[in-house]
């Protein structure tokens, strides 16, 4: 069984920056992708961004330019970087891992003022 436990979120101003870090118990390099996935009050959950194990990168039109998904394979450790917080940026977060299956972390809330 695969734990994905997320942290690093809180309560920022707007324009302020936050780095979320999700650890796995296991080798990350064994999943075929990590990513970061956000749920606001009332919405459904959506994609935030993606990074395979070969390091390519995909995100949501919504924050491009202002987020960054990395991942530290010898921490088993994946980061999301915001930066330009907004307002409309405020959700749960939910990190995740593809192998043969879904794995999903608990979240972690982000909530920003104006």
């Known amino acids: 069984q695969v734990q994905l436990v997320e942290s690093g979120g809180g309560l920022v101003q707007a324009g302020g920056s936050l780095r979320l870090s999700c650890a796995a118990s296991r080798n990350i390099f064994s999943f075929n992708a990590m990513g970061w996935y956000r749920q606001a009050p009332g919405k459904q959950r959506e994609l935030v961004a993606t990074?395979?194990?070969?390091?390519?990168?995909n995100y949501a039109d919504s924050v491009k330019g202002r987020f960054a998904i990395s991942r530290v394979n010898a921490k088993n450790t994946v980061y999301l970087q915001m930066n330009s917080l907004k307002p409309e940026d405020t959700a749960v977060y939910y990190c995740?891992?593809?192998?043969?299956?879904?794995?999903w972390g608990r979240g972690t809330q982000v909530t920003v003022s104006s």
């Open positions: 995740n891992a593809v192998q043969t299956q879904l794995y």
């Open positions: 990074i395979t194990s070969g390091g390519m990168t």
